[in-house]
């Protein structure tokens, strides 16, 4: 009898520190994808990725702050100064991004991350990286889509890979238009604030398509 109480008493302290755990987890999330979201420039993103590394340690088993802290620095790297201070950052980003391919495998998000992630490479340097990473990026989102045909981030960043080279070798760019203007209706359809799963994008859609006018 004795030996059942301690038994039932352990229990009860894990159930009670996996529940408060839990919560803690989930409060810093929030907290993480509020300041995300808040002004974006250099200096909050680059705390927004420190946020989500925090947290993406104590919760390993997690694959949406590993997301979203290379995210964090994938973006910043777009408004830093320099290819040497693009590649700092995206050197950073990269073993989030492979973490989280390693706890979701061929999960459509992570897989756009990813392209979004070589994408950001070849803006660093495109007339070095250019020919390596075109293919690599156009590749990438398209299996993206493959995975999730409805997911509008794979889309938006497909449609923006498209147009780039569209304009690069002069050609037209109506697929590439058409794919954004097709990813707008999934972005508004989206649910947000129901699960920690993305749901940025229609930014790049609607920039995308105002150039899609002229």
Known sequence: MKKLTILLALFITSFTLNAQNQEAYMNAMVK???SMGAERNLENLQAS??????????????WHPQYYAALSYINAS??????????QLLDKAKPFVEKAKELV??????VALEGFYFMAQLAADPNTRGQSLSGLA?????????????????????????????????SSTA????????????????????????TWGIEVAEQLMAGCGK
């Open 105 to 110: 495998p061929n999960n459509s998000e992570v």
């Open 138 to 170: 156009t590749q990438t989102f398209g299996y993206a889509m493959k995975l999730n045909p409805e997911n509008p981030r794979a889309m938006a960043l497909m449609a923006q890979m498209q147009y780039g080279t569209a304009q690069f070798f002069g």
């Open 32 to 34: 993480g994808l509020q």
């Open 78 to 87: 777009l408004l830093a100064e320099g290819v040497k201070a693009k590649d």
């Open 175 to 198: 697929g590439a238009c058409g794919l954004a203007q097709k990813s707008i209706p999934l972005f508004n359809a989206e649910e947000k604030g129901k699960s920690f799963d993305p």
């Open 49 to 62: 990725a420190g946020q989500f590394e925090r947290i993406a340690s104590n919760a390993s088993d997690q």
